[in-house]
């Protein structure tokens, strides 16, 4: 059986911080799109992004999300 390189694929570190970023600081999904939100959205957006890097997490549950909330001030 012949061996092609496309089967051995180049390995791409893309952890490598050769665009200078910085290294400890992760991507954030909605980061670009928080100065077109009300206020009340935006500060809810900043306390769940403060919630998953506090306990390092890329997504929350539902109960999480509450959590977050009532830490807020949200109540029912």
Same mark, same amino acid.
């Given at each position: 059986? /012949? /061996?092609?390189?496309? #089967?051995?694929?180049?390995?791409?570190?893309?952890?490598?911080?050769?665009?200078?970023?910085?290294?400890? #600081?992760?991507?954030? #999904?909605?980061?670009?799109?928080? #100065?077109?939100?009300?206020?009340?959205?935006?500060?809810?957006?900043?306390?769940?992004? /403060?919630?998953?890097?506090?306990?390092?997490?890329?997504?929350?549950?539902?109960?999480?999300?509450?959590?977050?909330?009532?830490?807020?001030?949200?109540?029912?």
């Amino acid at each position: 059986m /012949q /061996q092609t390189s496309e #089967q051995n694929p180049t390995f791409v570190d893309r952890r490598s911080n050769s665009d200078g970023s910085n290294p400890g #600081q992760e991507r954030r #999904q909605f980061s670009s799109s928080h #100065q077109t939100l009300r206020p009340e959205v935006i500060e809810l957006a900043e306390a769940v992004d /403060q919630y998953k890097l506090r306990h390092r997490r890329r997504f929350i549950t539902f109960e999480e999300l509450y959590d977050v909330m009532a830490e807020l001030g949200y109540h029912r």
